[in-house]
Nanobody, 127 residues
Framework: QVQLVESGGGLVQTGGSLTLSCVAS????????????MGWFRQAPGKEREFVAA????????RYVDSVKGRFTISRDHAKNMATLQMNSLKPEDTAVYYC????????????????WGQGTQVTVSS
């Protein structure tokens, strides 16, 4: 059972930056961090959870939702078993709980059907 723990959320003013991190643990001897694509999703109050960004197992495939392109950057560090979401030029509409997700299949991951999810971290952007 892979465990995902997010950190880095907080309160920031419009135009500010935050960096979210997601560390994967409880990987078994037969699976490694490289076996999973990593993604970020968010859910604002009263709205459905939406896809934000994803990175493939080797870091080659990367996708973003249109609303964050040019502002957010997803990356992964295999030595630390960690995925990172760098968020710049934040807007009030970015306010949400951000969730980290992991799945071995990239398409399944980006569709929101990931097998593993973190507990979420709150991001609030004030106007």
């Amino acid at each position: 059972q892979v465990q995902l723990v997010e950190s880095g959320g907080g309160l920031v003013q419009t135009g500010g930056s935050l960096t979210l991190s997601c560390v994967a643990s409880k990987l078994t001897f037969s699976t490694t961090f490289s076996d999973y694509g990593m993604g970020w999703f968010r859910q604002a109050p009263g709205k459905e959870r939406e896809f934000v960004a994803a990175i493939g197992r080797r870091g080659i495939m990367i996708r973003y939702v249109d609303s964050v392109k040019g502002r957010f950057t997803i990356s992964r560090d295999h030595a630390k078993n960690m995925a990172t979401l760098q968020m710049n030029s934040l807007k009030p509409e970015d306010t949400a709980v951000y969730y980290c997700a992991a799945h071995s299949d990239f398409v399944t991951l980006t569709s929101g059907q990931a097998r593993y999810w973190g507990q979420g971290t709150q991001v609030t952007v004030s106007s």
